[in-house]
């Protein structure tokens, strides 16, 4: 069975149409783009809120939604797990019943209340009613309910909204295990790029009504427009390694690629959890808290400096975006005059240069 959800709608507005078509993976797909350009409507018309004029949504090898076969099912018969950011649970009901209210047993969910509870780290809560609990644990039982009404999707609005900074460093990891054990796809709809980016690489963009891109972040940055699109958002590389070894001796772990022999080193004390060879981690670096240089640098801190060929130039008000294969593309930022005292150019070999300090982990 395919875990994909496909869509392919045109939804008129007053002066606005959305207008929409793609295939998303059974991964966590970012949606991003600015205010008013048509996301939640996307949600919505996925959920059954909203019918759009035409076309079709398909999720999980199901039309839920067909204009010319006039199939339109509603909300409750999607199985589409939608959470808020306003965390809409029952405040008179317990966290328990919160949670088995809409339980489905019908539709054969593969999806157990124990192992639910326990990935999202809820068992301690399940006596207490919801205005006991954290925002960040509002959130987690919210994502538990949707899973037990037999979600085949997820669908989250701005879930990073409703809990402070540190919070959110909270629900991430959960997020990633939900999708992990149970390969629902979900579509996570944020403004704040950098909280996107850390939950995912996959992003969707949308402008003005259509999908502007989908793909891996670092490979979307490669044109020029998308670029634009994302860059007053704070822009990051996003790098998905894995640990390769610990160097106790100097506090240090090398990272890398699974893909290609794209490594970084890193403090062990950022690192969370257990650090053994394979765990993934994700690696997120500003472009302009990296250097270039011509030559590799002796007698310096820097323990990162990777080697790699300049692939594209962007110029934009003074400075320059240069992207370069290092086995993964590196998005650097620097100021034109340095690009033009050294005389940067596509094709030249040069090395990235960054403190491990600079570095998100997640
Ligand atoms: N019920 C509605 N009736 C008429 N127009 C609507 C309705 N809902 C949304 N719109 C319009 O559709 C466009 C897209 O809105 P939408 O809420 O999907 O954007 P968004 O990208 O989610 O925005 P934001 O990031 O601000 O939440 C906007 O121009 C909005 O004014």
């Known amino acids: 069975m395919s875990k994909t959800l496909k869509f392919d709608i045109k939804l008129q507005r007053k002066d606005f149409l959305l207008d929409v078509q793609a295939t998303v993976s059974s991964g966590i797909t970012g949606v991003y783009g600015p205010s008013g350009h048509g996301k939640s409507s996307l949600l919505n018309s996925i959920a059954g809120l909203v019918k759009p004029d035409a076309g079709c949504i398909t999720i999980r090898d199901e039309k839920v939604f067909d204009s010319e076969q006039k199939i339109n099912l509603p909300v409750q018969k999607r199985n589409v797990g939608y959470v808020f950011q306003d965390i809409r649970l029952f405040p008179h009901l317990s966290i328990e019943k919160n949670l088995k209210y809409g339980t489905r047993k019908d539709i ?37 309910r949707a899973l037990l009404s037999g979600a085949r999707i997820l669908l989250m609005d701005e879930p990073f909204s409703a809990v402070d900074v540190n919070l959110r460093n909270n629900i991430i990891p959960f997020l990633k295990a939900i999708n992990l054990r149970f390969q629902i796809p979900m579509l996570v709809v944020s403004h704040d790029l950098p909280d996107l980016l850390s939950l995912t690489s996959d992003l969707l963009l949308l402008k003005e009504g259509k999908v502007k891109a989908l793909g891996r972040f670092q490979d979307l940055i490669l044109d020029e427009s998308n670029l634009d699109m994302v860059k007053g958002a704070g822009l990051y590389n996003v790098f998905d390694l894995c640990v390769v070894e610990t160097l106790p001796s ?113």
């Open 108 to 144: 054969g969910s593969e999806i157990d209340f124990d192992e639910v509870i326990d990935i999202l780290n809820i068992r301690d809560l399940l006596t207490k009613k919801p205005s006991e609990c954290s925002g960040g644990e509002k959130q987690r039982i919210a994502i538990g």
């Open 250 to 362: 100097r506090s240090m772990v090398l990272l890398r690629s699974r893909t290609s022999d794209f490594q970084v080193q890193v403090l062990l004390q950022m690192l969370k959890g257990e650090v053994k060879e394979g765990v993934p981690v994700k690696v997120l670096i500003r472009p302009e808290d990296i250097s270039i240089s011509l030559y590799p640098i002796s007698h310096i801190s820097l323990r990162n400096q990777l080697r790699g060929v300049i692939v594209k130039i962007f110029s934009r008000n003074g400075l320059s975006f240069c992207m370069v294969d290092a086995g993964e593309k590196v998005l650097v930022e620097i100021t034109e005059a340095s690009r033009e005292n050294m005389q940067l150019e596509v094709g030249v070999a040069v090395y990235c240069l960054f403190k491990s300090a600079a570095l998100k982990i997640f």
